[in-house]
């Protein structure tokens, strides 16, 4: 079945800095790949995500990058914000299936 | 749309009861599925069910975990004789059909003691 890595597990910036975060995953068959952030004591949410007949997706301060070869996608957030601060998780989609497996998470943490 | 509930959002059981946690999916949505997250970690699939029907419970303990999604009602995930082990955040999510649109719940937070 379907692995996910995800790193680093605590990410800290100052407000302003880019925050990167990677993945990577082992089944060729994957073609879903979408990030969720969870903020303390609630419910993940979906901010963005990529199919697999894409290399890049954009969405204002945020972007996700997807190299099937290597298989590992990245998340990439610019200008950061105090209120980004969250844990995020990357996951994959586990080939014909129709369930995602997730990373373990980053914790990003964003100084003022 | 309200939206994927659960209930209830806390829920604390002794040692050796039942635990059953109840998900709504949101309106239209057929598909459910059932993950668990331990203090600190990721989200840990469960199982995946559609109406009726167990698609995928590769990630179920084989003992005292058992869940179903009938024709009329919730969703229920069912803990049988709790341990300490199993206080954790039960999420739901729910999507129209595959991986996509997921939409998660605000979890069942489950304490054993």
């Known amino acids: 079945g379907e692995n996910v890595e995800q790193h680093p597990s605590t990410l800290s910036v100052q407000e302003g800095d880019s925050a990167v975060i990677k993945c990577t995953y082992s089944?060729?068959?994957?073609?879903?790949f979408p990030w969720y952030k969870q903020e303390l004591g609630k419910r993940p949410q979906l901010i963005i995500d990529?199919?697999?007949?894409?290399g890049e997706k954009k969405d204002q301060r945020i972007a996700v990058t997807l190299n099937k070869t290597a298989k590992h996608f990245s998340l990439h957030i610019t200008e950061t914000q105090p209120e980004d601060s969250a844990v995020y998780f990357c996951?994959?989609?586990?080939?014909?299936?129709?369930?995602?497996?997730f990373g373990k998470g980053t914790k990003l943490s964003v100084k003022p | 749309n309200a939206g994927v509930m659960q209930n209830p959002r806390h829920l604390v059981r002794r040692r050796g009861q039942e635990a059953r946690l109840r998900c709504s999916p949101m309106?239209?949505?057929?598909?459910v599925y059932w993950y668990r997250q331990l203090p600190e970690e990721g989200l840990k699939f469960m199982v995946y069910?559609?109406?009726?029907?167990?698609?995928?419970e590769s990630g179920m303990p084989k003992e005292r975990f058992s869940a179903e999604f009938p024709k009329e009602g919730p969703s229920i995930l069912r803990i049988q004789q709790v341990v300490r082990g199993d206080s954790a955040a039960y999420f739901c999510?729910?999507?129209?059909?595959?991986?996509?649109?997921?939409?998660f719940g605000s979890g069942t937070r489950l304490t054993v003691v």
């Open positions: 069910l559609q109406k009726e029907n167990i698609i995928d």
């Open positions: 309106k239209g949505h057929s598909h």
């Open positions: 990529i199919r697999s007949n894409v």
């Open positions: 999510a729910s999507s129209p059909g595959g991986k996509e649109g997921y939409t």
């Open positions: 996951a994959a989609s586990s080939g014909s299936q129709g369930n995602l497996i």
């Open positions: 089944d060729s068959a994957s073609n879903y």
